[in-house]
């Protein structure tokens, strides 16, 4: 007789924060034995290491403290680069279970940092809704399996829960992604939500499912991005229910070249590629991203900013294609020399008449660096021809 053995699991391009750093979590949940709100996982102290980093340094567990499977001591990575007072703020605020909504332009890290708040309270980030024009109130509320519901009749058996009431189940964080891209009926269903801390279901009257109650640790962690704003204007009504935190671009250089670096390096891995881009390489593309978002170079010269948002997002997706360009056709073209193209492409994703911005760039800055002397401007200078075709 023959047995089969299960199928392993295939492998996933992208681990949830909560599997990608299990040991990291688990560290901290035997670090930082302090007070923690209902439901939660982690302190609030932890939650914020846990996002912010151990600064450097070796936490060790406290003394007499073990635990099975888990590191002694262990140093925590930064995963949000980012104010640790913006994070401390929005751990504050779910830990009053108020609904957190994070506001600003696209490629901010909005959603990542919602999924590290989400793996470190709740110990499951995948309790999503996908804000779109066709969200219905359904996918926030519930919905129902309609062959049991022909067969059976309104039953808790065919109701399909949404995200939603699976965290208020549980105590849970729930993750409503690009909420003002909802249309404002459906947005109005978290009202009740976040005010009454219940969810009826009419249709099962008169038995114990007819309400579902939050569990202590239930909240939302909304996101919503300045460009859509007027797209579905939130209702004041909505708004009063949220605490609001803008998350802004990067501030410091060599922290964004860091990030950029860290994220394409863990792109390529996922497909057995080296990250070898040169330093040099990686500091041009940065420093262009950067002049270009903010609308001034970092020696005050005025730069015409194009329409499309120049995030670090989208520096992490050009420098990863120009690593992939380097680690499948190595020695075929100087990855420098690529660089120019791929920006054009960035810049008229929103608005093609864009790219005379970039060329505008290219004759002020680039052109201004380039007789100061500077080796790789000077090079992306002589790459004029690519941006002008």
């Known amino acids: 007789m023959t047995t089969t053995q299960p199928a392993e699991a ?18 901290l949940a035997a670090y930082d034995d302090g007070r923690r709100p209902p439901g939660w996982r982690l302190t609030p102290r932890a939650v914020v290491t846990f996002i912010s980093g151990s600064g450097g340094d070796t936490l060790a567990l406290p003394k007499g403290v073990q635990a099975p499977g888990v590191p002694a001591r262990l140093a925590i990575s930064p995963k949000f680069v980012g104010e640790r007072a913006l994070v401390e703020r929005a751990v504050v605020t779910l830990a009053g279970e108020r609904g957190l909504l994070l506001v600003g332009e696209p490629g901010t890290a909005k959603s990542m940092l919602s999924e590290l708040l989400a793996a470190a309270v709740a110990g499951n980030s995948q309790l999503v809704v996908q804000g779109t024009a066709g969200t219905t109130e359904d996918q926030l509320r519930y919905g129902w399996n309609y062959a049991l519901l022909l067969a059976e ?41 976040l ?22 640790g239930f909240t939302v962690i909304a996101t919503a991005n300045l460009r859509d704003r007027g797209v579905s204007e939130m209702s004041a009504a909505l708004k009063r229910r949220f ?25 390529l891995e996922r497909v057995d590629a080296p990250f070898a881009l040169d330093d040099v390489v990686l500091e041009a593309l940065v420093t262009a991203f950067r002049d270009l978002r903010a609308g001034v170079s970092v020696e005050g010269w005025s730069v015409e900013r194009p329409s499309t948002v120049m995030s670090t997002a989208e520096a992490v997706s050009v420098a990863t294609s120009l690593g992939l360009a380097d680690a499948y056709f190595p020695g075929d073209r100087d990855p420098l020399s690529l660089l120019p193209g791929h920006l054009l492409g960035v810049v ?38 690519v941006l002008d075709s």
């Not at 109701?159 to 109005?188: I, K």
């Not at 802004?248 to 390096?265: K, M, S």
């Open 10 to 27: 295939p492998p996933r391009q992208v681990e949830p924060a909560e599997d990608a750093f299990a040991e990291e979590l688990a560290f």
């Open 153 to 193: 009749g309104p039953s808790p058996r065919a109701l399909v829960p949404s995200p939603v009431m699976a965290a208020m189940r549980t105590g849970g964080v729930v993750r409503v992604e690009e909420v003002t891209r909802c249309l404002p009926e459906v947005q109005d269903a978290l009202v009740s939500i």
């Open 195 to 216: 005010s009454d801390r219940r969810l009826a279901v009419p249709e099962l009257s008169g038995t114990d499912g007819a309400t579902v109650h939050a569990a202590p």
């Open 243 to 267: 605490n609001f935190e803008a998350v802004g671009p990067i501030g410091d250089l060599a922290q964004e070249i860091a990030l950029v670096r860290r994220q394409a390096t863990a792109a």
């Open 348 to 385: 008229r994703k929103d608005d093609p008449s864009d790219a005379a911005r970039l060329l505008g760039y290219w004759d002020g800055a680039v052109r201004r660096r380039a007789e100061g002397g500077a080796r790789t401007w000077r090079r992306l200078w002589e790459l004029r021809d």
